[in-house]
Nanobody, 122 residues
Framework: QVQLVESGGGLVQPGGSLRLSCAVS????????VAWFRQAPGKEREGVSC???????QYADSVKGRFTVSRANAKDTVLLQMNNLEPEDTAVYYC????????????????WGQGTQVTVSS
């Protein structure tokens, strides 16, 4: 069993920055890929970024160059640094875990956090 808890969301002006954290606990945490998804009202959940067990990373085209995913604290925390935020980034952000490598679709992840709201507005 793997447990995930997100934190760090909030209200920020366009062009600002936020850092989301995903605290991961459970057995053999280091063997899980951890991804960030987001879901805006009326839209499908979409993948934002992922970090695999070998620390390789993936990003959606819409966030490349602005978001950075990394592991911290002996790999039991996954961070999402979000810079130059845009109103279109407004959504509930979720972290999710799957054994092995990064996957592309939400249903391929077995464990999910509760989500944290990110609002980008002036």
């Amino acid at each position: 069993q793997v447990q995930l808890v997100e934190s760090g969301g909030g209200l920020v002006q366009p062009g600002g920055s936020l850092r989301l954290s995903c605290a991961v606990s459970g057995r053999t945490v280091e063997y899980y890929a951890v991804a960030w998804f987001r879901q805006a009202p009326g839209k499908e959940r979409e993948g934002v970024s992922c970090i695999s067990t070998d620390d390789s990373t993936q990003y959606a085209d819409s966030v490349k160059g602005r978001f950075t995913v990394s592991r911290a604290n002996a790999k039991d925390t996954v961070l999402l640094q979000m810079n130059n935020l845009e109103p279109e980034d407004t959504a509930v952000y979720y972290c999710a875990a799957a054994a092995g490598v990064c996957r592309n679709r939400p249903w391929e992840y077995d464990w999910w956090g509760q989500g944290t709201q990110v609002t980008v507005s002036s």
